[in-house]
T-cell receptor, first 114, second 113 residues
Framework: DGGITQSPKYLFRKEGQNVTLSCEQNLNHDAMYWYRQDPGQGLRLIYYSQIVNDFQKGDIAEGYSVSREKKESFPLTVTSAQKNPTAFYLC?????????????FGPGTRLTVL | AQSVTQLDSQVPVFEEAPVELRCNYSSSVSVYLFWYVQYPNQGLQLLLKYLSGSTLVKGINGFEAEFNKSQTSFHLRKPSVHISDTAEYFCAGSGYAGNMLTFGGGTRLMVKP
């Protein structure tokens, strides 16, 4: 089955630790995205990538980092510099990227900082 | 940049009643609009989208939306809801083909028996 997988589903982190969230897609899509979801605020774009080895900051990139070494993978690292990392993180992919593209979402990772 | 506003954070409705979820967008030269649905603890899936052409767009699960340029709105409607429609609904838009999507704050639809 084609789709997007995210792991882990739940993640707990101590303050001061970096953690990496996994996102893999087998849809052969060029574009991949990371969003953060907080209650009542909708989705906010963290980073996106439209081609391998290239990525762009979204609206709330501070305290996060990404890499795009392979077309199918777009991991997100939440660093200790992120002041309020507890949230639901969603990864998505799109065929081409851009405003007309339908985005396909993974099931999400819920990160809690203890 | 495009901005998208969902006017209601929660909409309670009885089963088999009609429902309208409201979405307004900031105007731009061209506009592309989407509605996504999110079931509890899951990712989002596309309900429908407007890119061009007919202003009445039909989507999955019996939902439809109407693009209204004069009112800068893209409201989502369903004539008769089911318990299974209980979910959070997001309106999203972009101003031109090269731009990223901007999401509204979401509307929680609660269908009661």
């Amino acid at each position: 089955d084609g789709g997007i997988t995210q792991s882990p589903k739940y993640l707990f982190r101590k303050e001061g630790q970096n953690v990496t969230l996994s996102c893999e897609q087998n849809l052969n899509h060029d574009a991949m995205y990371w969003y953060r979801q907080d209650p009542g605020q909708g989705l906010r774009l963290i980073y996106y990538s439209q081609i391998v080895n290239d990525f762009q900051k979204g609206d709330i990139a501070e305290g996060y980092s990404v890499s795009r070494e392979k077309k199918e993978s777009f991991p997100l690292t939440v660093t200790s510099a992120q002041k309020n990392p507890t949230a639901f993180y969603l990864c998505a992919s799109g065929q081409r990227g851009g405003g007309t593209d339908t985005q396909y979402f993974g099931p999400g990772t819920r990160l809690t900082v203890l | 940049a495009q901005s998208v506003t969902q006017l209601d954070s929660q909409v309670p409705v009885f089963e088999e009643a009609p429902v309208e979820l409201r979405c307004n967008y900031s105007s731009s030269v061209s506009v592309y609009l989407f509605w996504y649905v999110q079931y509890p603890n899951q990712g989002l899936q596309l309900l429908l989208k407007y890119l061009s052409g007919s202003t009445l767009v039909k989507g999955i699960n019996g939902f439809e939306a109407e693009f209204n340029k004069s009112q800068t709105s893209f409201h989502l409607r369903k004539p008769s809801v089911h318990i299974s429609d209980t979910a959070e609904y997001f309106c999203a838009g972009s101003g031109y083909a090269g731009n990223m999507l901007t999401f509204g704050g979401g509307t929680r639809l609660m269908v009661k028996p």
